[in-house]
Every structure is written in structure tokens, then in C-alpha cells.
């Protein structure tokens, strides 16, 4: 990756020829050594080497998950793994022996770059098999720079605490913060997240280190800060929430933020980072609702029509689709992702940090939060992402999961809640049907249920993120 002050001052023309170089030299130097674009390409008559850049790439197929990871053979994956290059193609190692010396660890010629450091996996919200994905020396330090970049882009310093309430599990959520910890310096303790210390020790943690910043995914964060407000529990000392690993709408963080006040923060920022784990780092929000800053020098976004797969114009929702442009280990050319970009893409400078970094736009939905359903008027597409924004922004909510099942032929929903304190005397179950059934135009009953029942439900300390809807019926 690039010098970060460089990178920052460059201007949108500059970070376009950035990418095109970049893109260029991928093809031309690596993707000659990749076992399945190489083979995929020489099946299509396209040689590699001879691509130059952008206007090139959509010779290429879109690559999906079920590529990467068939049901039926589980070491496909490694076919995506970059091959190291013969000594022949190494460059030769310059300077003489103090040169060396600097550089001890180092194979000659740099091949360490391609040599395994970690194995992560996709988190495999929706229930499907976690994709592995390979990461080399290389990828671990692009890894700790995207971190250090956010933390440099939120004013983040060595003098601050750092609580990091991410899972722990092999997955770039929880690595890519510690990494910036570590590389920042800064007093940090690596809970591990609800699952391993559980909420009552995370938020003791916060008190003793006197914590300045807590990261986490969105509904652990909503949780532990409506929690210290329903127990008066202060934390003067906080000023900052970073949540990512699941998508966060712009609703639910003016909710978090809220109760961060109520606690008695010292200020109430919250700051979205989106972790796509194909990409190989995550993408920060700079401030809230200026867009996810995708890295320029690391990968290249284009915006796409989900059905189509035609390019969609600047600022036009579709779907996210990632090429990777300084990777080794797993390299993936144009990944369709699933996620919806709401906001499209822009490449204006941002507004707020004055960077002309690429920025996803508005909230990132999911595909797999689209759902047939059988309706008053017949089958329907119906898109759940909205359904969520909706719950989260029902301040008498404190927690709620939605069950979709079948009953006599037909679909229903089942709406399970925890109201706030003081919320169920207004009519709130009433509201909630009316609401979700104009929605969705098919029957809703709601039910209340213990906080107990709803967080085992959610497991909202049991995985690796919440899940929020649940489809029960029969396929």
C-alpha cells in the first residue's frame, strides 16, 4: 500500500491512474500465477498479461461465493491462492550486507510476501459454510495499515484506551483492530467480545481502563449502552464507538449514540468501518454518513445492478463488486458480494476529511435479507433490510427477532420484543403489527418476551454477531 500522507493529498485523478497501474500490474505480474484466473482466462482465449486495466476487466467474469467454495470439494478454495514466483522471476535483493542485514527475515528477493501468515474465514452470517481465506505477510501488514488509517482518520493517539469488544475469531473484524492497536501503541485490551468475558466484565474493563473508545459489532453496542443507562452505570471517559463486522444503519447509530449521553460519555461519535472480508480490510466511515472510504491502492469497487450486472451510474444503488489490487495469498477479481450499496459510489472528495478516496454511500444492505413471501396479493420479493431500519428505530424497542413461518398455505410473521422500560403501556404491540403487516401485507402477531429468551435468541453473546430473522419455513 501507499505512503498514507501521499495517498491523502492525492486528487481524483491521480487515485483513478493509481488504480489503473495497479490493476495493470496485477494482471500482468500476478494473475499469471493464479491457478483458477489462469486457467478460467486461457478457457476464455484472454492472456493476462496483455490486460492494461479498467477497460479490460469486464472480460471477466463476476466471481461469487459458491466459486470459491462448491459444495462438493472443500480444497477448491486454495485455487484462488496466488502461486509464489520461481527464483528466476524474484527480483534480486540490492545493497550489500547492512542492506541485508536491515532486511533479515526476509527471503531474497522479498518472497516472503507470498508465504502464509493467517488463514481467516468469511463469518457466514446467513448459516452457509465460512469461506477460508489466505493471508500472507503481505496481506497482514496491508491488514495493519487499513487499521491504522482509520484509527488516523477518527484522531485516534497512543494516549488513548482502547477497549476491542470484537469476537474473537478468525475473521478481520477482531484482527484488523488489534493490529491498529498494536501498531498505535495505545493501552488496549483484547476482550474478545461478549462471548468470551460476557457484558457486565466489558464494561467493568471500560470503568478501570478509564476506556476513550470501544469497538464492536452494532447490536452488542446498542446493547451494552442501553444496559449502563437502565443500571446508571457512567463512563465519563468515553468518547468514541466503532462498530462493523454487521451493517449498521444510520438509525441504529443515532440510538447508540443517544444512550452514550445518557451514560454520561464525554462525546457520542460513532464510526462505521465496513469489514468485507474479501476485500481483506475493512473500508471506515471518516464521520457519520460521509461514506465508507474505500483504500484506493488496495482494491477496486464497481457498483453494479445485482440482477443485470450492468455498471451502475455515480451515487446509483447496486451491488458491491471488489477487485483486489495489492493482495497476495487469496486474490479475487471482480467478487459479486451480496451487499447492496444503497448510496452507490462516489468519487467527489469528501466533504468531511477532504479526501478523494472512492466512498460507498447510505447503509449496506443484504441480498439474503430479501425474501419470497406469500402475500394478500400473491407472491412477493419483500426486502427485510428495511424491516430492520424500521425496528431499530422504535426507541420503546430494547430488543427484539423475527420469526417467518408458514401456517395453512400461507405466511406470517412472528415478532418477538423487549420493550424498553415504561414502553409496553402505549400500545406498542399494536403499533408494531400495524406497522409490519402494511409493510408486508401479511399477517403479524407480536409477542413479549424475556430480555433472557430474546439475547439466547439473537445470540447476542453466543456468536460471533446478532441475528435478527430467523425464516422457519420448510424449503
Same mark, same amino acid.
Given at each position: 500500500?501507499?505512503?498514507?500522507?501521499?495517498?491523502?493529498?492525492?486528487?481524483?485523478?491521480?487515485?483513478?491512474?493509481?488504480?489503473?497501474?495497479?490493476?495493470?500490474?496485477?494482471?500482468?505480474?500476478?494473475?499469471?500465477?493464479?491457478?483458477?484466473?489462469?486457467?478460467?482466462?486461457?478457457?476464455?482465449?484472454?492472456?493476462?498479461?496483455?490486460?492494461?486495466?479498467?477497460?479490460?476487466?469486464?472480460?471477466?467474469?463476476?466471481?461469487?461465493?459458491?466459486?470459491?467454495?462448491?459444495?462438493?470439494?472443500?480444497?477448491?478454495?486454495?485455487?484462488?491462492?496466488?502461486?509464489?514466483?520461481?527464483?528466476?522471476?524474484?527480483?534480486?535483493?540490492?545493497?550489500?550486507?547492512?542492506?541485508?542485514?536491515?532486511?533479515?527475515?526476509?527471503?531474497?528477493?522479498?518472497?516472503?510476501?507470498?508465504?502464509?501468515?493467517?488463514?481467516?474465514?468469511?463469518?457466514?452470517?446467513? /448459516?452457509?459454510?465460512?469461506? !477460508?481465506? #489466505?493471508?500472507?505477510? =503481505?496481506?497482514?501488514? *496491508?491488514?495493519?495499515? @487499513? $487499521?491504522?488509517?482509520?484509527?488516523?482518520?477518527?484522531?485516534?493517539?497512543?494516549?488513548?484506551?482502547?477497549?476491542?469488544?470484537?469476537?474473537?475469531?478468525?475473521?478481520?473484524?477482531?484482527?484488523?483492530?488489534?493490529?491498529?492497536?498494536?501498531?498505535?501503541?495505545?493501552?488496549?485490551?483484547?476482550?474478545?467480545?461478549?462471548?468470551?468475558?460476557?457484558?457486565?466484565?466489558?464494561?467493568?474493563?471500560?470503568?478501570?481502563?478509564?476506556?476513550?473508545?470501544?469497538?464492536?459489532?452494532?447490536?452488542?453496542?446498542?446493547?451494552?449502552?442501553?444496559?449502563?443507562?437502565?443500571?446508571?452505570?457512567?463512563?465519563?471517559?468515553?468518547?468514541?464507538?466503532?462498530? /462493523?463486522?454487521?451493517?449498521? !444503519?444510520? #438509525?441504529?447509530?443515532? =440510538?447508540?449514540?443517544? *444512550?452514550?449521553?445518557? @451514560? $454520561?460519555?464525554?462525546?457520542?461519535?460513532?464510526?462505521?468501518?465496513?469489514?468485507?472480508?474479501?476485500?481483506?480490510?475493512?473500508?471506515?466511515?471518516?464521520?457519520?454518513?460521509?461514506?465508507?472510504?474505500?483504500?484506493?491502492?488496495?482494491?477496486?469497487?464497481?457498483?453494479?445492478?445485482?440482477?443485470?450486472?450492468?455498471?451502475?451510474?455515480?451515487?446509483?444503488?447496486?451491488?458491491?463488486?471488489?477487485?483486489?489490487?495489492?493482495?497476495?495469498?487469496?486474490?479475487?477479481?471482480?467478487?459479486?458480494?451480496?451487499?447492496?450499496?444503497?448510496?452507490?459510489?462516489?468519487?467527489?472528495?469528501?466533504?468531511?476529511?477532504?479526501?478523494?478516496?472512492?466512498?460507498?454511500?447510505?447503509?449496506?444492505?443484504?441480498?439474503?435479507?430479501?425474501?419470497?413471501?406469500?402475500?394478500?396479493?400473491?407472491?412477493?420479493?419483500?426486502?427485510?433490510?428495511?424491516?430492520?431500519?424500521?425496528?431499530?428505530?422504535?426507541?420503546?424497542?430494547?430488543?427484539?427477532?423475527?420469526?417467518?413461518?408458514?401456517?395453512?398455505?400461507?405466511?406470517?410473521?412472528?415478532?418477538?420484543?423487549?420493550?424498553?422500560?415504561?414502553?409496553?403501556?402505549?400500545?406498542?404491540?399494536?403499533?408494531?403489527?400495524?406497522?409490519?403487516?402494511?409493510?408486508?401485507?401479511?399477517?403479524?402477531?407480536?409477542?413479549?418476551?424475556?430480555?433472557?429468551?430474546?439475547?439466547?435468541?439473537?445470540?447476542?453473546?453466543?456468536?460471533?454477531?446478532?441475528?435478527?430473522?430467523?425464516?422457519?419455513?420448510?424449503?
Amino acid at each position: 500500500m501507499e505512503a498514507w500522507n501521499k495517498l491523502s493529498q492525492m486528487k481524483p485523478q491521480e487515485i483513478k491512474n493509481l488504480q489503473e497501474k495497479k490493476l495493470k500490474e496485477m494482471f500482468q505480474k500476478e494473475i499469471p500465477r493464479h491457478p483458477y484466473y489462469r486457467e478460467m482466462l486461457e478457457a476464455k482465449g484472454i492472456n493476462a498479461s496483455e490486460m492494461s486495466g479498467s477497460g479490460d476487466l469486464r472480460q471477466i467474469p463476476f466471481t461469487v461465493k459458491e466459486d470459491i467454495l462448491p459444495p462438493d470439494d472443500r480444497m477448491h478454495p486454495w485455487k484462488f491462492v496466488l502461486e509464489a514466483p520461481s527464483e528466476e522471476e524474484q527480483p534480486k535483493q540490492k545493497g550489500g550486507l547492512l542492506s541485508k542485514l536491515l532486511k533479515k527475515g526476509e527471503k531474497e528477493g522479498g518472497a516472503d510476501e507470498y508465504r502464509l501468515s493467517q488463514l481467516f474465514y468469511t463469518s457466514s452470517r446467513t /448459516g452457509g459454510k465460512p469461506v !477460508p481465506l #489466505v493471508f500472507t505477510i =503481505r496481506d497482514i501488514e *496491508n491488514l495493519k495499515e @487499513a $487499521g491504522n488509517r482509520s484509527f488516523n482518520m477518527w484522531g485516534f493517539s497512543r494516549d488513548d484506551s482502547v477497549v476491542n469488544a470484537f469476537s474473537f475469531v478468525p475473521n478481520i473484524s477482531f484482527w484488523q483492530q488489534f493490529h491498529a492497536t498494536m501498531e498505535l501503541g495505545a493501552t488496549a485490551l483484547q476482550t474478545g467480545g461478549g462471548r468470551v468475558i460476557g457484558a457486565e466484565r466489558i464494561v467493568t474493563v471500560m470503568q478501570n481502563l478509564e476506556a476513550q473508545v470501544l469497538m464492536t459489532f452494532p447490536g452488542y453496542a446498542d446493547f451494552l449502552m442501553q444496559s449502563l443507562v437502565f443500571f446508571n452505570v457512567k463512563v465519563p471517559e468515553l468518547e468514541a464507538i466503532v462498530v /462493523g463486522m454487521e451493517d449498521a !444503519p444510520q #438509525v441504529l447509530l443515532d =440510538r447508540i449514540s443517544k *444512550n452514550m449521553e445518557k @451514560a $454520561g460519555a464525554k462525546d457520542s461519535r460513532v464510526y462505521r468501518t465496513y469489514f468485507l472480508s474479501e476485500a481483506k480490510v475493512g473500508w471506515p466511515e471518516c464521520s457519520p454518513g460521509n461514506g465508507y472510504h474505500v483504500h484506493p491502492d488496495h482494491a477496486l469497487v464497481e457498483i453494479v445492478d445485482p440482477e443485470t450486472g450492468e455498471p451502475k451510474g455515480e451515487k446509483e444503488p447496486g451491488e458491491i463488486v471488489v477487485t483486489n489490487l495489492d493482495a497476495r495469498g487469496t486474490v479475487l477479481l471482480r467478487f459479486k458480494s451480496g451487499d447492496i450499496a444503497t448510496g452507490g459510489i462516489t468519487y467527489e472528495p469528501c466533504p468531511a476529511c477532504g479526501r478523494a478516496f472512492p466512498r460507498i454511500l447510505g447503509d449496506i444492505d443484504k441480498k439474503h435479507y430479501y425474501y419470497e413471501l406469500n402475500t394478500s396479493e400473491g407472491k412477493k420479493n419483500l426486502d427485510f433490510n428495511n424491516i430492520r431500519r424500521k425496528l431499530f428505530a422504535y426507541k420503546e424497542l430494547s430488543q427484539w427477532y423475527l420469526e417467518i413461518k408458514n401456517e395453512d398455505g400461507g405466511d406470517k410473521l412472528n415478532l418477538k420484543i423487549f420493550p424498553a422500560q415504561g414502553a409496553g403501556e402505549n400500545g406498542l404491540e399494536e403499533k408494531l403489527k400495524s406497522d409490519l403487516s402494511g409493510e408486508t401485507g401479511i399477517p403479524v402477531d407480536v409477542e413479549n418476551t424475556s430480555i433472557e429468551d430474546t439475547l439466547n435468541r439473537i445470540g447476542m453473546e453466543k456468536g460471533i454477531t446478532e441475528k435478527r430473522i430467523f425464516d422457519l419455513r420448510e424449503n
